[in-house]
């Protein structure tokens, strides 16, 4: 891999890395696995891959996931992974923290893409990790590894950006063939969500037919979207009730997971799926010494605002230990992976109807005359706004729609000149008191607002 050259070594800002071009020699060792060591660095420095190496990866990696079955065997020592959401300079410290993937295995419970922006780079090193260790690196399927999730939030679009439709329609490709669940031990059920109702042995789990994109209701379903009852005991009213967070499947408690435990001979079930401000959760139901349910997250700091921690679940020898990380830094990506062009159009256009707001805005006794001078001039640019085709469409209703409210507020201006607070645009607002004052209430804020966001689309 070489970086873009800079023989002077006078860039500006040196701190910066170089960024990365495109790879000089093969992504493949002699024994054709990828060279998942030169990935991790391409990928830091943000390099995209030649599209043929990139559909390799993928299709290499989907053919080992098709192998292997819904319900998979694994033993100790492991270290579990959460939720990843395309936060790939944390899943590097992730890999810090839990071990070197040579010497270590792994279990990852899904939702490797979306909501951050360097999903693409979570699947192909993980890919690259897979196809080099297939035996000891173990991917299921989470709720956001679909069509359906990937096209509402983020990875659709990053897909596109960075290479095209066709490796998007891969990784898709890829997703229904990820396995659904893994038996960790032969005492512990690892699911991206929880239970389901029409789960009562381990072998419903096996008849299901996993290829296709999850439904809205039955096992599969439940499987990737179900969540436990967020209460001390786990009482619930009925053994599952419907989940109106998520828009369908379930709420599970204890009596429902006593039950599956008991039936199955395990002892534990070890999930994904939310968000945690320690980064897991137990919750110990019936009396035991040991949780009923362990959630688990790695995505610290989630979506940029949460200030949770990340953590991972290590099992060794009966022995169950619990390691917290923060969060790294990353690039910084603009909304909808926008060219800085793009973005600062907006952003122009509103410093220039403020300029033309001071300019205009009364500060003196209107005067007639020289008020309809200026409503004037102001309708004249708003028709020939309208009339051109030089400007994008959405970029030209922007500007009609802030030329207008400035004009319409001016003329109200004229009719009574304290109709408007002194100095506040259309769109402009003044906030007071919102100062977060400690990580719990960031948390806490961050999990209300972001509440619509973990409701399946219809």
């Not at 001390?232 to 379930?250: F, H, W």
Request: charge should be neutral.
């Amino acid at each position: 891999m070489e970086g873009l050259k800079d023989p002077l070594r006078d860039r500006v800002v040196a701190s910066v890395p170089v960024p990365a071009t495109r790879p000089t020699a093969s992504i493949f060792n002699s024994n054709s696995l990828p060279n998942w060591k030169f990935l991790k660095d391409f990928f830091i420095k943000e390099g995209v891959l030649p599209k043929q190496d990139c559909l390799s990866i993928i299709n290499r990696a989907t053919d080992i996931f098709r192998r292997e079955g819904n319900l998979i065997e694994f033993s100790d020592p492991v270290t579990v992974v959460g939720d990843i959401h395309g936060q790939y300079y944390d899943l590097l410290k992730m890999l810090d923290v839990g071990g070197n993937p040579e010497t270590t295995k792994y279990l990852f419970l899904g939702d490797y893409v979306d909501r951050g922006m360097y999903s693409i780079e979570v699947v192909l090193l993980l890919y690259s990790l897979k196809i080099n260790f297939p035996s000891t690196m173990i991917m299921i399927r989470g709720n956001h590894e679909s069509r359906q999730m990937t096209s509402m939030f983020s990875f659709r679009k990053e897909c596109i950006y960075k290479y095209d439709l066709e490796v998007y329609d891969a990784i898709m490709t890829s997703f229904d063939t990820l396995p659904l669940s893994c038996i960790l031990n032969s005492s512990f059920l690892a699911v991206h969500g929880g239970l389901s109702p029409e789960l009562k042995t381990l072998k419903d789990i096996n008849a299901i037919n996993r290829c296709i994109e999850p439904p809205r209701s039955g096992l599969l379903c439940d499987l990737l979207w179900s969540d436990p009852v967020d209460s001390q005991d786990g009482r619930t009213a009925e053994l599952y009730k419907n989940n109106e967070t998520r828009g369908c499947s379930y709420f599970f408690g204890a009596e429902a997971t006593k039950r599956i435990l008991k039936e199955n001979d395990l002892i534990t079930i070890i999930r994904g799926h939310e968000v945690q401000k320690d980064g897991y959760k137990m919750q110990f139901w019936n009396g035991n010494d040991f949780p009923s349910v362990i959630t688990i997250f790695s995505a610290p700091n989630y979506c940029d605002c949460y200030k949770n921690k990340g953590a991972i679940i290590k099992f060794n020898g009966g022995a169950v230990n619990i390691q917290q990380y923060n969060f790294s830094k990353h690039p910084y990506v603009l909304p909808e992976f926008m060219d800085v062009f793009t973005w600062s159009i907006p952003f122009v256009i509103e410093k220039v109807l403020k300029m033309l707001h001071a300019v205009l805005k009364p500060r003196v006794k209107v005067e007639s005359g020289v008020d309809e001078k200026s409503i004037k001039m102001l309708k004249e640019l708003e028709d020939c706004l309208t009339r051109s085709k030089d400007i994008r469409e959405d970029a030209l209703d922007q500007i009609v729609m802030s030329i207008r409210n400035m004009r319409e507020k001016h003329e109200m201006l004229i009719k009574n000149t304290n109709s408007f607070s002194d100095g506040i645009l259309s769109g402009e607002a003044i906030a007071k008191d919102n100062v977060l004052l400690d990580d719990n209430e960031t948390f806490k804020r961050a999990i209300t607002m972001d509440r619509v966001n973990e409701k399946r689309p219809n």
